[in-house]
């Protein structure tokens, strides 16, 4: 046997696609790789000839252990399940914020600094002083609309 044997190559890359496993967790390569080996296996016993042959029986072997068992091996292997928060309105809400450029009276925009950038901000209409802190109550186009923090005393 030869190292330019297609029995060889489609086993080696079989093998090491299923090592490959270990460092790219989630349970594709896994099945890719054993797609390889069924590719190997077909064209020892004869089943197959010729590389069209061959691409064709991993294609078709790939997508049906990719459909059949992906759920069990993202079972086996696990995986990030977590699903983040999509809605950046919710991120922002009810955030404090840094008033830069005085905000009002009425709607004429001003600046404040939310998470270390400066942006555009309206109040509720009445005059919001530079150095005040504002509560952010939502984001409108590019700026954000904000309401003056009222301490106890």
Not at 9 to 30: H, K, T, Y
Not at 59 to 78: A, C, E, H, N, P
Not at 111 to 137: K, M, N, P
Request: charged share 15%; hydrophobic share 50%.
């Amino acid at each position: 046997m030869e190292l330019t044997d297609p029995i060889i190559i489609w086993g080696s890359v079989g093998l090491l696609l299923m090592l490959a496993e270990l460092i790219i967790p989630g349970g594709i390569v896994i099945l890719l790789g054993g797609a390889c080996l069924i590719v190997a296996l077909s064209l020892g016993i004869g089943l197959v000839e010729g590389i069209a042959q061959s691409l064709t029986l991993w294609f078709i072997v790939s997508i049906i252990f990719l459909l059949g068992f992906r759920q069990v091996t993202q079972k086996i292997v696990g995986g990030d399940s977590h699903v983040g928060n999509t809605d950046e309105e919710l991120d922002i809400y009810n955030q404090i914020a840094l008033v830069k450029e005085a905000i009002g009276p009425a709607q004429h925009p001003g600046r404040i600094e939310f998470q270390g950038t400066e942006w555009s901000a309206l109040g509720d209409g009445s005059e919001i002083a530079v150095g005040a802190e504002v509560r952010i109550i939502c984001r409108e186009n590019i700026g954000l609309i904000v309401e003056p923090i009222k301490h106890a005393k």
